[in-house]
């Protein structure tokens, strides 16, 4: 009983965290997961744990969906992601971790104190390297998130077409990297009944989250996002 908890319960916060930004249900997941299961099997559970909640987020903005905006940056993830899964084994993690965590809290410092910084759009080279830089630490490490969350956001005029762009990318994602897990035997039958029951509980959360999103103005949830990628580099840096 005690393990379907564990895998409940962060998969429910996990779900209301990506329904409210859009990303961050694998770090929510991630901080207990590896407790109970081996660490590249929770990372690949908790991603298919959010598998459903993805699908009826991208379902429900799809006529805000615009595929143009999200396959060019998903192949240039995508192949950096490939490449890095290969470095797994040569690099020094927690170093990656400390160098993530260590951009995340600058990125947050810079969104919180400089003004009207959210409403700005990237130069092409500065998106560039957001997905270069998400595509190597999702390789790496399973973290993709927070720098295609700046990407997408500075890109859209409203909370339905943020979430629209980052769920459908997301949903693109969770097909190409998990087909790549269960490719390695990373990801077996064995751990299907976690996933489902990790899907059940994300859906759960992000029905509350969806409650809570709508009473949020743009600028408030902008702020919210900001605080989330904060916090993601806190946790990075020192755990």
């Known amino acids: 009983m005690t393990t379907w908890l564990l895998i409940f319960i962060p998969a429910l916060l996990a779900g ?62 995508a192949a950096v992601a490939t490449w890095s899964v290969h470095l797994s084994n040569v690099l020094n993690s927690h170093v990656m971790r400390m160098l993530l965590g260590g951009l995340l809290i600058a990125l947050f410092l810079y969104f919180t104190l400089v003004k009207n910084s959210g409403e700005r759009h990237y130069p092409w080279y500065i998106a560039v390297c957001f997905m270069v830089i998400s595509g190597f630490f999702n390789g790496l490490l399973g973290i993709g998130g927070p720098l295609m ?28 990297i998990n087909s790549v897990r269960v490719g390695n035997g990373i990801l077996s039958l064995h751990d299907v009944p976690y996933i489902l029951v990790g899907m059940v509980a994300a859906g759960i959360g992000t029905i509350v989250a969806a409650r809570i999103a709508n009473k949020l103005d743009d600028q408030t949830f902008r702020k919210w996002i900001y605080r989330f990628i904060g916090l993601s580099g806190i946790y990075y840096l020192f755990f």
């Open 16 to 77: 209301v965290v990506q329904g409210l930004t859009g990303f961050g249900a694998v770090i929510i997941m991630m901080t207990i997961f590896p407790f109970i299961l081996p660490i590249s099997s929770a990372a690949g559970i908790a991603g298919l744990s959010m598998l459903a909640s993805m699908i009826g987020l991208t379902y429900r903005y799809r006529h805000e969906f615009k595929l143009k905006r999200v396959i060019v940056p998903f192949i240039i993830y």
């Open 149 to 176: 969350a700046l990407y997408f956001l500075s890109l859209s005029n409203s909370i339905p077409e943020y979430t629209a762009s980052i769920q459908g990318f997301f949903l693109i994602d969770a097909f190409y």
